[in-house]
């Protein structure tokens, strides 16, 4: 049975004087029914892992650099943020692709680099408005998994986590059914591409304008394993009430 998995993505917010959230959160869930992931700017990381101490809460990057070191000024690398105390990065996340033009095949070289620091790689994928509104949503996403995704993937180092571009920071959301639509499509590529048993073990995120109001009934949907949420992880009341309707969903497959 795959565990869910509720992960919040500070983006770029957040100073050590925001670490009142993380303490105010792990008081709120000291022993989480589900998995508990917050990735913080790189500038926290250390700190926060700190902070979380030996409470069941993970911590993760918000992207790595393909290459193990170099002269990448700005850049970091896979194994820095596990030595910082990361268990996870988000690698492809349409910010990414969209503001530093990241192709398939450099997410692909950054999950590659993220199993090897033993990363777990949570891989994004999702349309854009104009994308949906030509009818190309499972083309589009199907061709992001397909170069994306390195042949090393399996369901215990990465997550793939859907997020409609047009919904992130909006608050828009698709219908249940739309997202119902492309779970289940993920989930039928990767059952063609890893076998039907392997497929089975990755989880599936929802990633885009995710809130307190709407958790609950995105957790519902088949094939939504939890949820790579924006905003609303930034304050601990409105992730640990998104957190207690992940808990509350029903179990995945």
């Known amino acids: 049975m795959r565990q869910k998995l509720a992960a919040g993505n500070w983006k770029m917010h957040g100073t050590r004087a925001s670490l009142v959230e993380v303490r105010a959160l792990v008081a709120a869930h000291p022993d989480p029914a589900v998995e508990v992931l917050i990735c913080p700017p790189a500038t926290l990381l250390a700190w926060m892992d700190a902070e979380i101490g030996q409470a069941p809460i993970r911590t993760g990057g918000q992207d790595c650099h393909a290459a193990a070191s170099g002269a990448h000024t700005g850049d970091i690398a896979a194994a820095m943020l596990a ?144 949820a790579l949420v924006g905003g609303a992880s930034l304050k601990a009341a409105d992730f640990s009430a998104i957190i207690s309707a992940l808990e509350q969903a029903p179990a995945p497959g």
């Open 83 to 226: 030595d910082a105390g990361a268990s996870h990065v988000i690698l492809g996340h349409s910010e990414r692709r969209a503001d530093h033009g990241e192709a398939d095949a450099t997410v692909r070289a950054k999950t590659e680099a993220a199993h090897a620091a033993d990363l777990t790689a949570i891989v994004c994928v999702g349309e854009t408005l104009a994308e949906r509104d030509a009818g190309r949503t499972l083309d589009v996403v199907s061709g992001q998994l397909a170069g994306s995704l390195p042949d090393g993937a399996r369901g215990r180092n990465t997550v793939v986590a859907y997020e409609p571009v047009w919904a992130i920071g909006t608050g828009r959301t698709p219908t249940e059914a739309q997202i119902a639509e492309v779970h289940a499509h993920i989930r039928a590529e990767l059952r063609a591409r890893f076998g039907a048993a392997e497929a089975e073990r990755f989880r599936l995120l929802y990633g885009g304008s995710v809130k307190p109001a709407n958790a609950a009934g995105i957790f519902a949907i088949a094939e939504v394993d939890g």
